[in-house]
């Protein structure tokens, strides 16, 4: 399998979104194996600023030269803060997916959300687990 950036401190989705919660705010981007399934990102429809999301509910939409890919929310909450420079550079979401990558950062309604979320060593089972289903 290749080996994919899955650092530890951070949740994460089957849909390949990572979160970072600090207090109530959830920071969230593509984990480093959604932006090497994309593909070369070059276009990012952000989040509406100030928007109530729920959980699950599509937010966003990141085009690259594949596909595109529609980003879901992993928590319910407002949308606090959106990164404006994904419109003037979308790749690096590929370069930087932990960190410059980031699109939003959301104010959780409901802590105990993060429960139905992956640890990082869960997120690596899951993906070993994605790995085996695509050798047959």
């Known amino acids: 399998m290749e080996e994919y950036r899955i650092p530890e401190g951070l949740y994460y989705t089957k849909e390949h979104i990572w979160v970072r919660i600090e207090n109530d705010v959830a920071t969230i981007g593509i984990t480093d194996y959604g932006q090497?399934?994309?593909?070369?990102?070059?276009?990012?429809?952000?989040?509406?600023l100030g928007r109530e999301v729920e959980s699950g509910e599509v937010i966003?939409?990141?085009?690259?030269?594949?596909?595109?890919?529609e980003i879901y929310s992993p928590?319910?909450?407002?949308?606090?803060?959106?990164?404006?420079?994904l419109a003037n550079d979308p790749s690096v979401i590929n370069s930087d997916p932990y960190g410059d990558g980031w699109i939003a950062d959301i104010q959780m309604k409901d802590l105990s959300e993060v429960e139905d979320l992956m640890t990082?060593?869960?997120?690596?089972?899951?993906?070993?687990?994605?790995?085996?289903?695509?050798?047959?």
Do not use: C, M, R, W
């Open 36 to 48: 090497h399934q994309l593909g070369d990102v070059v276009f990012v429809d952000l989040p509406e």
């Open 60 to 69: 966003a939409s990141v085009e690259s030269v594949k596909a595109v890919s």
């Open 75 to 85: 928590v319910t909450g407002k949308i606090i803060a959106i990164n404006e420079d």
């Open 120 to 136: 990082a060593e869960d997120y690596k089972a899951y993906l070993e687990e994605l790995e085996k289903e695509e050798e047959f």
